[in-house]
T-cell receptor, first 114, second 110 residues
Framework: GAVVSQHPSWVICKSGTSVKIECRSLDFQATTMFWYRQFPKQSLMLMATSNEGSKATYEQGVEKDKFLINHASLTLSTLTVTSAHPEDSSFYIC??????????FGPGTRLTVT | DAKTTQPTSMDCAEGRAANLPCNHS???????VYWYRQIHSQGPQYIIHGLKNNETNEMASLIITEDRKSSTLILPHATLRDTAVYYCIALNNAGNMLTFGGGTRLMVKP
């Protein structure tokens, strides 16, 4: 079956630093990848949609200069949280959509900003 | 995509069938009903989806009413590992992204 991986699975960083999270589709090509954020005891909230080779589309209220998304290839998208603050601490989940339009999720990355 | 409504939480005894309802009264003709679940601190896992007919796979069965305004996900023999939040999503398969509501927190008890 289709597998999506994320790296790292968890990360702790200091306030003011930047963190990069990778999302890879391991056995299929993903023209579209999605980034979600989930706070404790809440549902997943879509942050942005990225299409390979083009700029990401951000949801309302998500700062594009703070959450940099790059989708340079059909199997890799990255999310960089710039100048992280404690309120950015969250569970970040990516998903990838294959040619059949099914969407597969990664295992998530837990970010803690101290 | 149509809005879905699910109970906030449900309990089920281990070994019994878990029946999770979902209302999607405004669903349009080209929208599928998808079910995902999320076990604590993991990414969502696809369970099943359907359009009109009932569907069954190795994980669950999906029963969709004839008017398509509601559906039920059935886990035939719930185990403790089925404890999770279950999300019902109505999705136009033309390319829209999955939008998650509150889901149902299913607790399977011994």
């Amino acid at each position: 079956g289709a597998v999506v991986s994320q790296h790292p699975s968890w990360v702790i960083c200091k306030s003011g630093t930047s963190v990069k999270i990778e999302c890879r589709s391991l056995d299929f090509q993903a023209t579209t990848m999605f980034w979600y954020r989930q706070f404790p005891k809440q549902s997943l909230m879509l942050m942005a949609t990225s299409n390979e080779g083009s700029k990401a589309t951000y949801e309302q209220g998500v700062e594009k200069d703070k959450f940099l998304i790059n989708h340079a290839s059909l199997t890799l998208s990255t999310l960089t949280v710039t100048s992280a603050h404690p309120e950015d601490s969250s569970f970040y989940i990516c998903s990838a959509r294959d040619q059949g339009r099914e969407q597969y999720f990664g295992p998530g990355t837990r970010l803690t900003v101290t | 995509d149509a809005k879905t409504t699910q109970p906030t939480s449900m309990d089920c005894a281990e070994g019994r069938a878990a029946n999770l309802p979902c209302n999607h009264s405004t669903i349009s003709g080209n929208e599928y009903v998808y079910w995902y679940r999320q076990i604590h601190s993991q990414g969502p896992q696809y369970i099943i989806h359907g359009l009109k007919n009932n569907e069954t796979n190795e994980m669950a069965s999906l029963i969709i009413t004839e008017d398509r305004k509601s559906s039920t996900l059935i886990l035939p023999h719930a185990t403790l590992r089925d404890t999770a939040v279950y999300y019902c999503i109505a999705l136009n398969n033309a390319g829209n992204m999955l939008t998650f509501g509150g889901g149902t927190r299913l607790m399977v008890k011994p």
